[in-house]
């Protein structure tokens, strides 16, 4: 018996055309669970799920929009209806935003950040609990970032959409845990995916300088984790923040 073996479940990952949801979603395919891939961007949605079911796994892409709530509820019924149900949720979708100080921040700026980041999770975990509590069981993992924890300076507005990830987490948690239903976080430190590209050298050298580590983490040390949090095994855990932070947090 493996007792993290995914099949007959039903997953969907938010940003999961590439980076960090990609390896993911990889992962829960390979453990035999059927995915669906829900990405902002429809070519790189529809690519990352080509390249999976050409590697034999059953795969649904979910061109979607997170912070439409609309295109939030389709999705949820494009994934009981086209895969035979709902089991699993990762949120892996997000943006960095801008590096800059507080006061040279925009409200938009901060606004969008918070609307993909926090507000965005918080539709796709809501329309999950829909079926997640019809049938009463269900796993749902939440991205969250070291920075939720720390604060990283010229990274206010994500530093705090993160925050909030861990904290909303915690709250629905509670809310359906006399449920069979498990929702936690993950706090990364800095890993090596393309929205690195979004964040200055300097930031990024500041990132990795406080790693004891001393290097960046992979996506498929986070998708590790993740497996572990979605299988069955993860009964009495609810609520919390794993870090995969390279030492980084030490309390």
């Not at 935003?97 to 539709?123: K, P």
């Not at 990283?152 to 845990?177: D, F, H, Q, R, W």
């Not at 964040?199 to 040390?221: F, L, N, Q």
Request: proline share 4%; charged share 20%.
């Amino acid at each position: 018996m493996n007792p993290f073996d995914l099949k007959g479940r039903v997953a969907v990952v938010t940003g999961g055309a590439r980076g960090i949801g990609l390896a993911i979603a990889r992962r829960l395919a390979q453990a035999g669970a059927a995915v669906g891939i829900a990405d902002r961007d429809a070519e790189e949605c529809a690519n990352a799920t080509a390249a999976l079911a050409r590697d034999g796994h059953r795969v649904l892409a979910l061109p979607v929009d997170v912070t439409d709530e609309a295109q939030v509820e389709a999705m949820t019924e494009r994934t009981t209806s086209e895969l035979g149900g709902y089991d699993l949720l990762v949120c892996s979708a997000g943006i960095v935003g801008r590096n800059a100080f507080a006061w040279e921040t925009s409200a938009d700026e901060w606004r969008q950040v918070l609307e993909v980041n926090l507000t965005g999770l918080w539709l796709c975990n809501r329309a999950a609990l829909g079926p997640m509590r019809a049938q009463n069981w269900g796993r749902i993992v939440n991205i969250a970032s070291i920075a939720g924890k720390e604060g990283n300076p010229k990274l206010g507005p994500y530093s705090a959409s993160k925050a909030g990830v861990i904290g909303m987490t915690k709250s629905l948690a509670k809310e359906v845990a006399d449920t069979e239903i498990r929702i936690n976080s993950i706090a990364p430190a800095v890993i090596h995916t393309p929205m690195l590209d979004q964040v200055s050298a300097e930031t990024i050298a500041y990132m990795v300088s406080k790693i004891p580590v001393g290097r960046t983490g992979t996506p498929d040390e986070v998708a590790a984790l993740v497996h572990y949090l979605v299988s069955p095994e993860c009964s009495f855990s609810t609520g919390a923040c794993y870090d995969v932070s390279g030492g980084r947090a030490t309390y």
